[in-house]
């Protein structure tokens, strides 16, 4: 094949900073003769990597060799930042902290204003406006090639595809290479790159590589630990886990720094008390969720961290009666712990159910922090991983019946957080934190070769907490939920997509379903194909919920509102069922409907701090859902995040957590399954509203002699929204069965009980003395039912 034949033209370019002694060169039409190129190394794994950067979302990162990172805004389709040095990997999936990100250090190649990172489309002289579309990357031999379309006003699509490369030249300068391979561009249009400068760099008509060299420039170093913190209290409080679990003003899971700097006096007792306290763990002090021991925190971290808590103790004016009581407590006074309940009967199981049996998946060499689970149609489990790696696992020999070992195969790389996995015939969609992104295997090796964009047009922000959860393929289209930011300054508000469930189709368009979500981490398919989510406590949600997933329902996290909708605000929808923290929920997570034995048709779901797996008994009452939530298995090695069935009908269970509060037991990964063996557990299996009360089956018949009012305790309150974190039951009252009658057959007790109100919780404990016909004693005694209809 001939070579075309075009001048070679040298760039117009502005000298600044470390832009001195640059030569650049343009090659148009390279050979397909030419012999084929080296496969590169690269300096860390992965080396293309999605994530914020810099306080930018939808950002890739390329570390292409030691000397040369490139960035590119995928957010404005256009290339960041080119340097030499590296980046600061910071946050939740690096280093377990929540208030920072990642971030780049080292000096840049391009000066002010000189980088070439901006198309124009021009006809006769005038620029013509158009919207800049990324639409994913293809990795072969360790090369990538980022894809973008320039769209204009009349719909013509300008594509153009970019593989930018470290290299070398004879004087062994440093350089960045550009090959671009533009197509469909129409004639009369001029394609140019420009700098901010507005110097033209590269006219676009076809293939093209542009080449700029730069100065050597001296190692870099990272900037030295703690020189971006104010107070290097706040340093050692996110090298540990404190961030999880408290802020500086608000109560969360934990009391906030104020709260602790106003309850003790800063003095040398509180140190020594304080320091005791972190070093061992426990709780009692502010309620039932226990605090990790930090055993491995030197005294002097401690007190350096005390040193910063107490920075935020109010004035002594701002002090109320009761506040200052507390502050003139003695130091020295000891806090009496709970008593610890029986697991079932007031406390989290400690088992797997009766009625399944577990088997460990993961390995000592593969530890996954499971973000999403599917199967493809051959019977292989895909597993993305919510981690440094941001990986895409290929594991096989996992079915019933397979005797090869367990046999694990990363495919991909690199993904921002991927928190939702689907596979549709045979297709693989993964969720990532600002991209719905389909993963493509072009040559049947088993790597993923293409990452394309699905949807990326929702809105986002820096902030660590607008996380995207979940995907859900039904009736030909995704489904997935968006977490509201956490970290907003008083004069933002949240971006309209926050806290809403989506509804994409194939071609990347989304409508909003719901709103007022807060960290809707799970979304599946129940009964009657209905959608359902869960949320976590929080800001204006005083407990945490299962949803149905109603189109333009409310659901009550107010920070979603419109300044419009806050002055007249809408009524929040009730969830179908809620959870109470601490006691059957923490962190709720996928919900998947029910296959097996007597249970078959309720719902389940995974707790990644509470633990375990829970049941929902759903019913329709009055047009609306609403049931009972049951403890229903634990004994998982850490908390359960995603959950789907298997070809050979066990249900596989992925792990999840972090360092400090969003754990179960502090265990951060795990991949198992459990698989139904046929046994009978005896234990609630329904509990259904009755005009005046409710009739309770059981999976096995129970004793007639246990017919005793005074063995049934029950409780019912309400939950109001607030803007605190979390909140109290409120009109707690205890009720008193007043007739109770037992089937012929011995499964349902029907309860009469006076003073039921709707719009209630009704809580159910069972005496633990309670026995079936056989003997057998209850796997769990409690329920907790949502009445929100009461049936005529």
């Not at 055993?295 to 002097?300: E, H, K, M, V």
């Not at 079932?344 to 577990?358: I, K, M, Q, R």
């Not at 908390?639 to 789907?644: A, F, I, M």
């Not at 009109?731 to 709707?758: A, F, N």
Request: glycine share 10%; aromatic share 10%.
């Amino acid at each position: 094949m001939d070579t075309p034949r075009m001048a070679i033209t040298d760039f117009v370019k502005r000298v600044k900073g470390v832009l001195f002694g640059m030569a650049a060169v343009l090659i148009m039409g390279i050979s397909c003769n030419s012999e084929p190129e080296d496969i590169p190394s690269r300096p860390m794994d992965p080396w293309a990597f999605r994530s914020v950067l810099d306080k930018h979302p939808r950002m890739l990162t390329l570390a292409l060799d030691t000397a040369c990172f490139a960035a590119y805004d995928l957010g404005k389709g256009q290339l960041y930042k080119v340097w030499k040095g590296g980046v600061l990997r910071e946050g939740t999936v690096f280093t377990n902290k929540k208030n920072i990100q990642p971030s780049s250090w080292g000096t840049s190649y391009y000066g002010e204003d000189s980088l070439p990172n901006r198309w124009s489309v021009s006809k006769n002289g005038e620029k013509l406006p158009f919207e800049m579309q990324y639409k994913g990357y293809v990795l072969e031999d360790n090369r990538i090639t980022i894809r973008f379309e320039l769209v204009l006003e009349d719909g013509t699509r300008i594509k153009i595809n970019e593989r930018p490369e470290f290299v070398r030249n004879v004087q062994d300068q440093p350089g960045f290479e550009r090959s671009f391979a533009g197509s469909d561009i129409p004639a009369g249009l001029e394609v140019s790159l420009r700098s901010a400068n507005d110097n033209v760099q590269v006219t676009l008509s076809g293939d093209l590589l542009a080449a700029d060299y730069f100065q050597q420039l001296p190692e870099q170093s990272p900037p030295a630990i703690g020189d971006s913190y104010d107070h290097l209290g706040i340093l050692w409080m996110e090298n540990s886990d404190c961030y999880t679990c408290h802020e500086e003003k608000n109560a969360t899971v934990g009391p906030s720094f104020e709260q602790i700097a106003t309850r003790y006096p800063k003095n040398r007792e509180s140190y020594s008390l304080l320091t005791g306290k972190i070093k061992e763990g426990g709780n009692g002090v502010w309620g039932d969720t226990p605090m990790n021991p930090h055993p491995d925190l030197s005294t002097a971290e401690i007190k350096t961290m005390l040193d910063y808590i107490f920075t935020h103790k109010p004035k002594e004016s701002t002090l109320t009666r009761e506040s200052q009581a507390n502050v003139k407590k003695p130091a020295t006074e000891i806090e009496t712990e709970s008593p610890s309940p029986k697991p079932g009967h007031g406390a989290a199981l400690e088992g797997v159910h009766p009625s399944y049996d577990l088997t460990t998946l993961h390995t000592e060499s593969f530890q996954p922090r499971v973000g999403g689970l599917d199967f493809l149609p051959d019977g292989r489990l895909l597993v993305s991983t919510w981690d440094s790696i941001g990986g895409l696992y290929l594991v096989d020999n996992i079915l019933e019946g397979d005797r090869d070992p367990v046999s694990v195969k990363r495919i991909a790389a690199g993904l921002a957080e991927p928190l939702g996995l689907e596979v549709v015939d045979g297709e693989i969609f993964v969720l990532q934190k600002h991209e719905l992104t389909q993963l493509i295997d072009h040559d049947g090796d088993d790597v993923i070769d293409e990452y394309r964009v699905v949807c990326d047009e929702w809105g986002v922000r820096d902030d660590f907490h607008e996380f995207a959860f979940g995907l859900v393929y039904k009736e030909d289209h995704f489904y997935i939920t968006l977490s509201m930011a956490m970290r907003l300054m008083a004069n933002e508000r949240q971006l309209p997509d926050r806290g809403r469930t989506l509804k994409i189709d194939r071609d990347g368009h989304y409508e909003w379903v719901d709103y007022g979500l807060r960290t809707p981490n799970g979304i599946g398919v129940g009964m009657d194909e209905e959608l359902f989510v869960t949320d976590n406590q929080g800001q204006w949600l005083p407990a945490n919920k299962l949803i149905h997933v109603q189109k333009g329902a409310y659901n009550g996290m107010a920070w979603g509102l419109s300044a419009e909708q806050e002055l007249d605000p809408p009524a929040m929808v009730p969830p179908a069922i809620w959870l109470p923290d601490k006691e059957i929920g923490n962190s709720p997570s996928e919900p998947i409907l029910m296959k097996d034995g007597p249970y078959q048709g309720q719902l389940l779901h995974g707790d990644v701090t509470n633990g375990g797996i829970k049941r929902d008994f759903l019913e329709k009452v009055n047009g609306a859902y609403q049931g009972a939530v049951f403890r229903f298995s634990q004994g998982f090695t850490a908390g359960v995040n995603r959950l789907v069935w298997g070809p050979d009908g066990a249900l596989y269970v992925g792990e999840v957590g972090m360092v400090g509060g969003w754990s179960w037991k502090g265990n951060q990964y795990g991949l198992e399954k459990i698989m139904y063996n046929g046994d009978s557990t005896f234990e609630m299996l329904a509990i259904r509203a009755k005009p005046d009360g409710f009739e309770i089956e059981f999976t096995e018949p129970i004793a007639a002699e246990v017919l005793d009012p005074a063995l049934l305790e029950i409780q019912q309150w309400r939950y109001e929204p607030t803007a605190s974190y979390g909140g109290p039951k409120l009109d707690l009252t205890q009720l008193i069965p007043e007739s109770m009658q037992l089937s012929g057959d011995g499964k349902r007790l029907l309860v009469t009980i006076p003073g039921l109100l709707e719009k209630h919780v009704i809580y159910f404990k069972l005496s633990e003395d309670l026995k079936s016909q056989t003997g057998s004693s209850l796997w769990s005694s409690e329920a907790w039912y949502t009445l929100n209809n009461i049936p005529n």
